[in-house]
């Protein structure tokens, strides 16, 4: 039986047999249709419903059952969502267990959560450090701004306060008002 | 060292739920995408590749180290109620309610009909890499796995035993 309790290790090893069969499409392609449109057609359907609440409601519960002991920080300002993981159970999962047969785990969440946003007409502001700590800011498509200054939209939970952030030799990946995984933008100078 | 019978573990004593719902999402996906083959191989190939480490733990430790497992295994896996048997030359896990039939069942998810088939082939090619057999009885939310050492001279499995789910 495949369990749930070590999920993320078989998931990210189902990516990279994925692209050995299919190539990056069907990697692509399984993060839309399996993970977006099928397994979390709950998360995709509330916040299609109820926008900002929704992200609230899903990203709230979902988060809580994967860390119980709160290593995220989630903060609901006016024309934003946004969630600071300062310790991702997903990613802390792999680390603590020496597992890596993809070439970015960290990826998926917005190869799922980016078609699933734009189809709600949302985009995301997002950095991760592929040490289990990352940022997300969703606002909608047609809003302004992005990329907050750090610290003025979740104050002192904002991960990137943290001295561990970018120690030399982290590679920051970051995406500007994007919905689409292999857009990624060149580094912040 | 970690002397869990589970070769990766998490902080929390039980999984999530919820990533039930990717597994069977997963597969729905193979199938489609793939066909009956492709979803096959995948299998296998989990078995005897994510799950090597188990795999040689079987080999070395035989069918005590099988049971161990298990029960660690489903100790693991929220919803489930689950009896591990060591008997001669097999160990039987009768899983009276199975936690990832009953866990798509109550979020309404459509279940694919082969789901309970992945428990035998996933399990039969990790049982070969460890020197053993697996056959699988049963389905749509119970079941009954064996491993047995190749002297408990099991009969062929019979596809037939697996029955589908009806979701």
Same mark, same amino acid.
């Given at each position: 039986?495949?369990?749930?309790?070590?999920?993320?290790?078989?998931?990210?090893?189902?990516?990279?047999?994925?692209?050995?069969?299919?190539?990056?499409?069907?990697?692509?392609?399984?993060?839309?249709?399996?993970?977006?449109?099928?397994?979390?057609?709950?998360?995709?359907?509330?916040?299609?419903?109820?926008?900002?609440?929704?992200?609230?409601?899903?990203?709230?519960?979902?988060?809580?059952?994967?860390?119980?002991?709160?290593?995220?920080?989630?903060?609901?300002?006016?024309?934003?969502?946004?969630?600071?993981?300062?310790?991702?159970?997903?990613?802390?999962?792999?680390?603590?267990?020496?597992?890596?047969?993809?070439?970015?785990?960290?990826?998926?969440?917005?190869?799922?959560?980016?078609?699933?946003?734009?189809?709600?007409?949302?985009?995301?502001?997002?950095?991760?450090?592929?040490?289990?700590?990352?940022?997300?800011?969703?606002?909608?498509?047609?809003?302004?701004?992005?990329?907050?200054?750090?610290?003025?939209?979740?104050?002192?939970?904002?991960?990137?306060?943290?001295?561990?952030?970018?120690?030399?030799?982290?590679?920051?990946?970051?995406?500007?008002?994007?919905?689409?995984?292999?857009?990624?933008?060149?580094?912040?100078? | 060292?970690?002397?869990?019978?589970?070769?990766?573990?998490?902080?929390?004593?039980?999984?999530?739920?919820?990533?039930?719902?990717?597994?069977?999402?997963?597969?729905?996906?193979?199938?489609?995408?793939?066909?009956?083959?492709?979803?096959?191989?995948?299998?296998?190939?989990?078995?005897?590749?994510?799950?090597?480490?188990?795999?040689?733990?079987?080999?070395? #430790? +035989?069918?005590? !180290?099988?049971?161990?497992?298990?029960?660690?295994?489903? *100790? &693991?896996? $929220?919803?489930?109620?689950?009896?591990?048997?060591?008997?001669?030359?097999?160990?039987?896990?009768?899983?009276?309610?199975?936690?990832?039939?009953?866990?798509?069942?109550?979020?309404?998810?459509?279940?694919?009909?082969?789901?309970?088939?992945?428990?035998?082939?996933?399990?039969?090619?990790?049982?070969?890499?460890?020197?053993?057999?697996?056959?699988?009885? #049963? +389905?749509?939310? !119970?079941?009954?796995?064996?491993?047995?050492?190749?002297? *408990? &001279?099991? $009969?062929?499995?019979?596809?037939?035993?697996?029955?589908?789910?009806?979701?």
């Amino acid at each position: 039986m495949i369990g749930c309790h070590d999920f993320c290790g078989h998931y990210e090893w189902t990516f990279a047999w994925l692209e050995r069969a299919g190539g990056h499409a069907l990697v692509r392609d399984y993060w839309d249709a399996a993970i977006n449109h099928d397994s979390q057609r709950h998360a995709r359907e509330l916040i299609e419903r109820e926008g900002f609440a929704g992200m609230e409601k899903y990203w709230g519960h979902t988060l809580l059952e994967e860390s119980p002991d709160l290593g995220f920080n989630i903060t609901s300002a006016p024309g934003v969502f946004r969630i600071d993981m300062h310790d991702c159970p997903s990613k802390g999962f792999l680390r603590r267990n020496g597992l890596e047969q993809y070439c970015d785990y960290c990826d998926h969440c917005m190869g799922w959560t980016g078609p699933m946003m734009r189809e709600a007409g949302f985009v995301i502001d997002h950095e991760h450090n592929h040490r289990g700590q990352c940022w997300w800011e969703m606002r909608r498509a047609a809003e302004k701004g992005g990329h907050a200054a750090p610290g003025s939209v979740s104050g002192a939970k904002d991960v990137r306060l943290r001295a561990d952030w970018g120690p030399p030799g982290a590679v920051l990946d970051r995406y500007v008002k994007e919905t689409d995984p292999d857009r990624k933008s060149p580094p912040a100078s | 060292m970690s002397t869990s019978p589970l070769p990766y573990t998490d902080t929390k004593p039980q999984g999530s739920a919820d990533f039930y719902y990717a597994t069977n999402a997963t597969f729905r996906f193979l199938l489609a995408r793939l066909g009956e083959d492709g979803w096959r191989r995948y299998l296998r190939d989990l078995g005897r590749d994510y799950f090597a480490p188990v795999n040689r733990a079987w080999r070395a #430790g +035989g069918l005590p !180290a099988v049971a161990s497992y298990w029960r660690a295994f489903f *100790a &693991a896996e $929220p919803g489930g109620e689950v009896e591990v048997r060591e008997l001669p030359e097999r160990v039987e896990i009768n899983v009276r309610v199975c936690p990832a039939i009953r866990h798509l069942r109550a979020g309404n998810r459509e279940i694919v009909r082969e789901y309970c088939r992945h428990c035998h082939i996933l399990g039969e090619a990790r049982a070969a890499e460890a020197g053993l057999q697996m056959r699988l009885s #049963g +389905g749509d939310g !119970a079941c009954v796995h064996t491993y047995a050492t190749p002297a *408990a &001279a099991l $009969p062929p499995q019979d596809p037939a035993a697996i029955r589908e789910v009806a979701s």
